[in-house]
T-cell receptor
Framework: EAGVTQSPTHLIKTRGQQATLRCSPI?????VYWYQQALGLGLQFLLW???????NRGNFPPRFSGRQFPNYSSELNVNALELEDSALYLC??????????????FGPGTRLTVL | KNEVEQSPQNLTAQEGEFITINCSYS?????LHWLQQHPGGGIVSLFM???GKKKHGRLIATINIQEKHSSLHITASHPRDSAVYIC??????????FGAGTRLFVKA
């Protein structure tokens, strides 16, 4: 069974540009989660999508947005990039919701560098 | 004070030693997740639990809901266990709060 996939692996942008990151969940999973891991910092929850809807978001500005498509894949868009947006962005998927049985499985991440 | 605290931050062990990593949380949770992150950044799910104890191979995870504390144990540690171990608390608002991670290095 294929795991969670993310693209691209690496992305280099300059300040003010927009970045688009993509995630394909495990087949059968409808929930997709996005996390940011800045260098030297821990994982921070960004967004949770389920059944095409944004269910919750972390403490990030509105320039971080995304969407989930009918096939449950997801995009994370970061507008007006700032240097501090440089980070590893991880996507995870699970069956619907967050409960003891709905374990999250993580993708390999996209490393975004903002110059 | 962070809502999810891990200890120790860094841990160096000799191969074969028994290792314990602790996670304390101050929020209400629906479940707690232990993750392993290797140097390349990839994250592997180890355990997800809301009560009691789970075991897989040399790894054991326990949680005490009353004390708001979870532990991850590694028996007979091996250099390939070297990684960052992260606990994640799933809160009632369906937000995930992560601990800062414990960096483990196991010497051969």
């Amino acid at each position: 069974e294929a795991g969670v996939t993310q693209s691209p692996t690496h992305l280099i942008k300059t300040r003010g540009q927009q970045a688009t990151l993509r995630c394909s969940p495990i087949s059968g999973h409808t929930s997709v989660y996005w996390y940011q891991q800045a260098l030297g910092l821990g994982l921070q929850f960004l967004l949770w999508y389920d059944e095409g809807e944004e269910r919750n978001r972390g403490n990030f500005p509105p320039r971080f947005s995304g969407r989930q498509f009918p096939n449950y894949s997801s995009e994370l868009n970061v507008n007006a990039l700032e240097l501090e947006d440089s980070a590893l962005y991880l996507c995870a998927s699970s069956f619907p919701g967050l409960a003891a049985n709905n374990e999250q499985f993580f993708g390999p991440g996209t490393r975004l560098t903002v110059l | 004070k962070n809502e999810v605290e891990q200890s120790p931050q860094n841990l160096t062990a000799q191969e074969g030693e028994f290792i314990t990593i602790n996670c304390s949380y101050s929020v209400g949770i629906s479940a707690l997740h232990w993750l392993q992150q290797h140097p390349g950044g990839g994250i592997v799910s180890l355990f997800m639990l809301s009560s009691g104890k789970k075991k897989h191979g040399r790894l054991i995870a326990t949680i005490n809901i009353q004390e708001k504390h979870s532990s991850l144990h590694i028996t007979a540690s091996h250099p390939r266990d070297s990684a960052v171990y992260i606990c994640a608390a799933y809160t009632g608002g369906f937000k995930t709060i992560f601990g800062a991670g414990t960096r483990l290095f196991v010497k051969a």
